[in-house]
């Protein structure tokens, strides 16, 4: 790719995820400033794009650069405005609890999918290894960010809301708990599986 478009993506998927991350706090009044800012987005891609290319380079893949990894990590952030959307201003808190799980799972599913294609595609990696290279450096992302509770929610709803704690966002962070506890579960064998195929990818080059 000719290096001014190259820059050209890249500056609009940067761009489009300081929207997004202002979309995603501008009426939360848990957030702290630098939400509100859309910094915390923003600081995410880059920190993203490093977990992804470091965690994926002992698998050999094909095409792979941090600037690669970096300007499609920022692309894939579009379908996040969706969760601008103040819809807890127009339907009961249980109806926007629903809409913002629903908006979760299609971002979600959204990059996983764009992940997947873009590890067979673009890394040419196949088999087990789009599977190993596609889930574990996410179970490491969702254990991390629910370590750091960055949400200042998330141990409250363990331990049980009071009625003027509960918002639309709460449905969401229950099932950032369940990814959470399978991150912990799956991780040991994504493990396992990361340590044996960059073994079998080094005997082969031998």
Not at 100 to 106: E, G, I, K, P, R
Not at 147 to 167: C, D, P, R, Y
Request: net charge positive; aromatic share 16%; hydrophobic share 55%.
């Amino acid at each position: 790719m000719d290096v001014s478009i190259f820059n050209y993506y890249l500056v609009f998927g940067i761009g489009f995820t300081w929207l997004c991350g202002i979309g995603r706090y501008w009426d939360n009044p848990r957030a702290d400033l630098w939400q509100y800012l859309g910094l915390g987005s923003v600081g995410y891609i880059f920190v993203l794009a490093a977990i992804l290319w470091a965690v994926i380079l002992p698998l050999k893949p094909s095409n792979w650069s941090y600037k690669n990894v970096l300007l499609f990590v920022s692309l894939t952030s579009p379908p996040a405005i969706l969760y601008a959307i103040p819809v807890e201003r127009f339907v009961s808190l249980q109806s926007a609890q629903l809409a913002n799980v629903w908006f979760l799972a299609v971002v979600a599913i959204w990059r996983v999918a764009l992940l997947l294609k873009y590890l067979k595609s673009v890394a040419r990696l196949s088999g087990l290894c789009v599977f190993v290279a596609t889930l574990l450096p996410l179970t490491l992302i969702v254990a991390l960010l629910s370590a750091l509770n960055l949400e200042h929610v998330v141990f409250k709803i363990m331990a049980g809301l009071e009625n003027h704690e509960k918002s639309a966002n709460d449905s969401a962070y229950i099932i950032l708990l369940f990814i959470t506890y399978f991150s912990v579960i799956a991780s040991p064998v994504l493990l396992s599986l990361y340590g044996w195929l960059i073994y079998k990818r080094r005997k082969q080059n031998i």
